[in-house]
């Protein structure tokens, strides 16, 4: 059986996106738009944020939305999710260690997306206003 160290010393890049590459992995939890945006919202915060005051920072994400997600951040290592014994409940959401790490990448991902948003605008316009391809014959 291969070992994580198998898999990724001394591999060409396109080897590490082969199915079995945990880098793979790793790469389908972050091309999610609302995985990106809770990382960068809890990074930017002072602090542990409660469930209601993410949901109001992230327009247009919907309550089951927000708690797949953060599952899935918590699951992943890179949410603290802290539960205090009051009533209501009180939860809040922070980035582990880990998860601060990868937000300095988001970081970098989200200039780079601001700097260059009127090009992938231009590029889409351009893009829509060409003929439709022909459909290839059988």
């Known amino acids: 059986m291969d ?3 198998d898999l990724t010393s001394n591999q060409n890049p396109v080897q590490s996106y082969l199915q079995r590459c945990p880098a793979r992995d790793v790469l389908g939890v972050l091309a ?3 995985v990106l945006l809770v990382l960068g919202t809890l990074r930017a ?3 542990p944020v409660r469930f209601n005051d993410l949901r109001r920072r992230l327009d247009g994400i919907t309550q089951k939305m927000l708690t797949r997600t953060l599952r899935n951040l918590e699951r ?3 949410v603290r999710r802290t539960v205090y014994p009051t009533v209501p409940p009180r ?3 922070a ?3 880990l998860g601060a790490d990868l937000g300095d990448v988001t970081h970098v991902m989200g200039q780079w997306a601001l700097r260059h948003h009127s090009e992938i605008l231009s ?3 351009e893009f829509d206003s060409r003929p439709a391809p022909e459909p290839l014959s059988r």
């Open 3 to 5: 070992t994580v160290s």
């Open 123 to 125: 590029a889409r316009a």
């Open 32 to 34: 999610d738009k609302w």
């Open 45 to 47: 915060g002072e602090g």
């Open 95 to 97: 980035l582990t260690e």
């Open 91 to 93: 939860v809040e959401y």
């Open 76 to 78: 992943d290592g890179l």
